[in-house]
């Protein structure tokens, strides 16, 4: 069934094998045009109305008819011989026998044979007998002009906007509104553009459940044929959804082809890598030719192409796209976009970029293109990068990425600050009203967020604890940290860690949120535990934050107080980021408690032993607090509505929100 | 009737005034605010499906589900617990019993409780009984490994992508492909969107015909509403299409109370000026407030804005659009697209901006923001934006232009070289890749833009003639010039002027085509023009090149030779900038005949005497003839299909197409 020496002799032992990306698309486009698919699938002739958006021209269009298609008044006002009124002048007016010599015309009306200027009827008296003022101002006996015109005034001549036989629109072009008025205006009622690419989406898996259905541990819920298929649509073309095939070859193979004979294109998704149950490329070599099977990208690179043989003859092509998220999104946009395009006749799409520096020191494989995502936010004059989760099944690294930074094959990684070529998401507006939050998580920040949105301002928050957030404000990179840094020594919040690691900068800090933390227990509280020195306790598995986390910092305050041994706590070397990280590890299993607030154990129905109270503030570089980007900060910290949401989650006082506590240095 | 004292007592003599644009926009939420309609008009709740895409979130997106629910497996291989791995290195392997101590797991699966980490199959050797190679890889008796594990290598831990309770999107958030996919990941199966309003649109004009309807004198193919519904439904709205109604006050009122009563916004197209038929601003009074007649804004200023009384009670905004095309699409996206933008919860667009330097002087009215369509191009380094027409019936200058350069109220104008920002229709790639031709117009020119449009090249073409082409280069803002110039000395093309024009300039002179140039006459040739001496006959009426075309140089060479003075010409002050405005200008009986060439006389069933072969040649800087922007140029020039479908058209030869003429300087 393996034909092919290169996948290995044995069902088992194949292994894919990566080619680089430009080779990927070569040989795909190289077969496509030996069956003579590399081009505009066929072409649709549709009626010009509003359906026609966005469809792309399978052919140029030239116009059939001029507009105007006659000279045209361009004014509401009198239509006339311009030689008339030669001569005229303020003080010596000409006046013109109405019906003779001049005749009303609306705006747009055609102009008489005789005439050759328009006077607009502002411009005119309008006379009755004896030279009083006309009682019908578009119909007087005679009209007085106190000026001269030249020929072709207020004329709109035949052809001013559109000449026969012109160039209205090239091939290719894909439809706007306005475009629609031209082509109309030109003489055409329909318009031929492109058959738009219909494209098979098959996702297979045993482990799947389609959205909605209950899902039990195990299960996966299949999403990937959801986001293909809009991404599809998006594209231009037409997204078929096939029902999830279990992981059976036989059964796969049926579905291809059954896909293959009714489409364009074939996006079988998953099974695409080279384990036990990824039987695509064999799908593909049975029923057809395998042309790639490994592209040097990631995330994505076990990514299948080939041509399946159609029962009616012909072929179609088929991608064979990875089962991971992101690696599916990206396969997306990598490879099908172009091909759609392609057919669609259309250019490719060519996201905006522009330069940022990276925040921190990335590393990359030296033998991939490596798709990273990050945000983009303006902090002062430079515009940043922050790397985003790399894991390929973290679709909302997706979802939140302004952009993608590509680290080309040969580079191993780059050092913080250097400068990236960012593809843009989103709009460089958008980039411009973003707020970078980098410092200790707060689930607030996620309300803050929400509201923020309805400002047009975009919050961006990543967790690096609240030194961490220090040192980001130190080095530039965001416009405000959020804090909760007990000092063992005053008992007070945040002030002496800001002296320390911002002795420099002005800021303000303010008063956030009061909060409650204590410790995540399993609900029911199985092992009994009432406080740290419960940690110590064999069989508890303690799940701990990251080092320079508020919360960590807490902990180990408390914990030298009561002279606890970190040593002798089982897994306090295991990290989390978010409080929310930790209350998942506790709801899991994989941790018997953690440190956190009371809303995320709240969040995973966990139950929670307050411990502590502490003021988590934000610290914001002065410079910014009085901008204008945080205004809707300054505003919402005082909005009733805002704080009531707030309030809401347990554990959370809000008293204070907004209060100055100090401006730095004093 | 017209209860407003501002606009005049009598009807005929009601006069729009125009306020401001920023007040019009505040009048109009004030009044939306006043009857509470300034906000999201409903929720949908969707299913998830890619008819989602587009849509706009009414509401934020809290996860649900964590994902992954469950400790996943991110490898295919072995799960086991990293303690059992302890002390493994290549030297002293560790070898593992399947069953009890490892279990194979697939990318995805869920760990077994009891293990905390993951062994890629890769990594391992799958051992049978005397620990030779095991037949099935997946399920060996045994397991060997040569490396120890930390715990949770190879697990993505439950809640990696989302944690329950978390944000996933703001209300506000316009879905994505990928936006979908995390919907459905946080457990969702439905979205709740905002509800697309719903907006009539009304073309009004006796005048009017609709788009497939033959034309005769005087009628006007009504596409506005054509322009607005697409333009309605590219911004996320439902457009409602009206039948014509009529120029009549009583129909007029009935159809806009109907619209106003089952739609969310009536655009009511044309009679929003103050002209004898222009009923709109009375249709507003009699069915319920006018806030706006008139806004201070070019082209377009006979906006009105209103709120019509539903007859259930209620109330509906109504938009006066002005009637000239360009007008109708600028009221779209200053009026309408904000407004939708609000009732969907979304931000309004906000088109990218550059910076570039305008092409030529500009006057503008000092009390109007004036909306300039601009082509851009970036011509060595420097970007530039090149005024459209500023007709306001002109609506290929919106479909032609790159983008807008507003010029604000209070300034009169802009000088040549001026910086300006534009706000930008296309992509800054397409920018990249436009290639400016400024100087003669040629026919060829249209075909050489679709042909380049094929190769990822826009060519921007401006009708200056062939000395303003050779000027233009000159002044660095042209990639190329198409040029005809005869030198009367010595019988030369083009090279005598580009020595004096462009003395400093090295350029490469190509040879494009050989035309026919003759007079173009009315079909038949009623006044049996015969050649230049017949201009001068009585009754004969010319319509002329501009100076500096080449055409007209032509013309004054043998006027000159033959001893015809100029003076004599009736209509040789009459100037038309290219080929097909001479052309249209004798088929709709403006004039007589002009000099052109053969193949716009064809185009318009014209009759042609042919008088004169030139050549047509380009002129192109040799630091552009030689760059990658040109490159499809030189293969378009040897391309036997496109050389073929220049030939199709009448009076041209190919045989020299792309040949280089001359280096100069020399």
Not at 413 to 428: I, K, N
């Amino acid at each position: 069934m393996c034909h092919n020496p290169e996948w290995g002799g044995k069902t088992m032992s194949v292994y894919l094998h990566d080619i680089p990306l430009p080779e990927a698309q070569q040989r795909l486009i190289q077969a496509l045009e030996e069956v003579g698919l590399e081009s505009v699938l066929g072409v649709e002739e549709i009626p010009l109305d509003e359906r026609a958006l966005g469809r792309v021209l399978a052919e140029p269009v030239w116009a059939r008819l001029s507009s105007p298609h006659y000279h045209a008044s361009a004014m509401d006002g009198f239509a006339l011989r311009a030689e008339a009124t030669a001569g005229a002048s303020p003080t010596r007016p000409v006046i013109l026998q109405v019906g003779e010599q001049a005749v009303y015309v609306d705006t747009g009306d055609p102009l008489p044979d005789w005439a050759n200027a328009v006077v607009p009827i502002e411009n005119v008296e309008a006379l009755d007998e004896q030279d009083i003022p006309a009682a019908d101002a578009r119909h007087p006996l005679k009209i007085r002009l106190r000026e001269a015109l030249p020929p072709w005034t207020h004329v709109r001549p035949m052809g001013e906007d559109i000449v026969a036989t012109e160039l209205v629109l090239p091939a290719g072009h894909t439809l706007r509104a306005v475009d629609l008025g031209a082509i109309a205006a030109s003489g055409h009622t329909h318009v031929r553009v492109s058959r738009p690419p219909r494209v098979a989406i098959l996702p297979t898996g045993t482990e799947l459940v389609p959205v909605g259905q209950p899902v039990k541990r195990g299960d996966i819920i299949e999403y990937n044929s959801l986001v293909l298929a809009a991404q599809v649509r998006s594209w231009g073309g037409e997204a078929v959804r096939f029902p999830i095939t279990p992981d059976d070859f036989e059964q796969i193979c049926q579905r291809v082809q059954q896909a293959a004979d009714m489409t364009d294109l074939v996006l079988l998704n998953a099974g695409s890598s080279a384990g036990s149950e990824d039987f695509s490329a064999r799908a593909v070599e049975r029923l057809g030719t395998l042309l790639v099977h490994g592209v040097a990208v990631r995330p994505g690179h076990p990514v299948i192409m080939g041509l399946i043989r159609r029962s009616q003859g012909g072929w179609t092509p088929i991608i064979g796209v990875p089962g991971y998220p992101v690696s599916a999104a990206l396969t997306g946009e990598i490879f099908v976009e172009p091909l759609l395009a392609r057919w669609l006749g259309r250019r490719p799409a060519e996201p905006l970029e522009i330069e940022a520096q990276i925040t921190r020191k990335v590393t990359s494989p030296a033998g991939d293109d490596d798709y990273m995502r990050v945000v983009v936010g303006k902090v002062g004059n430079r515009v940043l990068a922050a790397p985003l989760s790399r894991g390929a099944g973290v679709i909302t690294s997706l979802v939140r990425a302004d952009g993608i930074v590509i680290l080309p094959r040969g580079v191993q990684g780059l050092e913080a600050g250097a400068p990236v070529r960012v593809r843009l998401y989103r709009s460089p507006a958008e980039v411009e009203q973003t707020i970078f939050a980098i410092g200790s998580h707060d689930l607030t920040l996620d309300l803050l967020a929400q509201a923020l949105s309805a400002h047009q301002r975009r919050l961006v928050s990543a967790n690096v604890g609240s030194l961490g957030g220090l040192v980001a404000l130190r080095r530039g990179e965001a416009h405000l940290a959020g804090a909760h840094l007990l000092d063992p020594q005053t008992g007070e919040f945040n002030i002496p860690y800001i002296r320390q690691y911002l002795p420099d900068t002005p800021v303000t800090l303010v008063e956030w949120v009061g909060r409650i933390q204590g410790l995540l227990v399993c609900k029911g509280n199985p092992l009994n535990i009432r406080g740290l020195e419960d940690l110590v306790r064999a069989g508890v598995r303690f799940i701990n934050r990251q080092r320079g986390a508020g919360t960590r910092i807490l902990l180990d305050y408390h914990l030298e107080r009561l002279g606890i041994d970190p040593a002798k706590i089982q897994g306090y070397d295991q990290e989390e980021y978010t409080h929310l990280a930790v209350a998942a590890a506790v709801a899991s299993g994989r941790a018997d408690c953690g440190l956190g607030v009371m809303a995320a154990a709240q969040a995973l129905d966990l139950d929670f032993i307050p411990l502590f109270t502490e003021r988590y503030q934000l610290v914001i570089p002065t410079v910014y607090y009085e901008s204008d980007l945080l205004a809707p900060l300054r505003v919402l910290m005082q909005d009733e509505n805002f704080r009531r949401s707030v309030q809401g989650l347990p554990g959370y006082t809000v008293e204070n929100m907004g209060q100055v506590v100090a401006q730095l240095p004093q």
